[in-house]
């Protein structure tokens, strides 16, 4: 598939020179390979699954769990959705519109990390939608990953009310459902952008300014992970966009070296 063109535009647009690898030719912008493992289908995005109900006589809500009941080890795709679709562990579930499970190629060498699901996703019940989302989608294919070749999925599932900060308690009942999706996906890379992501899959609470620029890993896998500002936040400060495109340069270097790809 020809994406240069497209590409080219994508970068113009965020405002940040074009990447030529050094031995290409002058006229002719190389594509960078895109190296899913295999074609798989696309995770669908389920409709809304919580209906609300109605004043002025709410029926009882089933009560809130004390957290994530364990997992079965190896549990799939399909069943993995299906519990995060029912989890009532943290009181977004009482909120939330619809769980924002991920979407993706499930067989993506790429994991995409934000921090949790926004009006819009709430919404739509898929990650990264509306402007920050269109921005993801021109900060991935500047590297020569259209969206549909990654995975993209959040720390929360649910959207916490008014967009505050996650809680850590949401974090941590939560995040189990983040690892099994690691564990299923297996990424070659993981980028996480925004604070929030970068901090708590560091377990850290150091600044982002300190946390980019340099390869972090995860879990046991030891699985590289980069990290980059968030696109709602280069939304407000373009003037970093520089800064997170010199991220993204280093993710994809990082990828070519680990994945033995060009
Ligand atoms: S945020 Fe996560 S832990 Fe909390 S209810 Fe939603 S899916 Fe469950």
């Not at 050094?22 to 295999?38: K, S, T, W």
């Not at 708590?200 to 620029?213: C, K, Q, V, Y």
């Amino acid at each position: 598939m020809q994406h240069g063109p497209l590409r080219n535009a994508y970068l113009d647009a965020l405002g940040i020179d074009r990447w030529v690898p050094r031995n290409a030719p002058a006229e002719v912008l190389p594509e960078p390979a895109v190296a899913p493992r295999a074609e798989a289908p696309a995770v669908p995005v389920t409709p809304a699954v919580q209906a609300r109900a109605p004043a002025p006589a709410p029926a009882p809500q089933a009560p809130v769990v004390a957290k994530v009941p364990p997992l079965e080890p190896g549990i799939d795709w399909g069943p993995l959705r299906e519990r995060v679709a029912g989890c009532m562990a943290c009181d977004l579930c009482k909120t939330r519109t619809q769980t924002v499970f991920g979407v993706g190629n499930t067989r993506a060498d790429w994991l995409i990390i934000g921090e949790a699901p926004g009006a819009e996703e709430d919404r739509q019940g898929e990650p990264f939608v509306g402007r920050a989302g269109q921005l993801l989608n021109a900060m991935l294919l500047a590297i020569g990953l259209p969206r549909e070749t990654v995975f993209i999925a959040n720390i929360l599932k649910c959207r916490p009310p008014g967009n505050r900060d996650p809680k850590p308690e949401e974090v941590a009942r939560c995040l189990p459902y983040l690892q099994a999706q690691i564990a299923l996906l297996k990424p070659k890379i993981m980028l996480a952008v925004g604070r929030i992501a970068a901090q708590n899959l560091l377990a850290t609470d150091a600044p982002l300014a300190r946390l980019r620029g340099k390869l972090h890993h995860f879990g046991e896998a030891n699985t590289p992970l980069v990290i980059t500002y968030h696109p709602a936040y280069l939304l407000r400060t373009p003037s970093d966009k520089r800064k997170a495109w010199e991220d993204l340069k280093f993710a994809r270097a990082t990828y070519t070296r680990v994945a033995g790809t060009n």
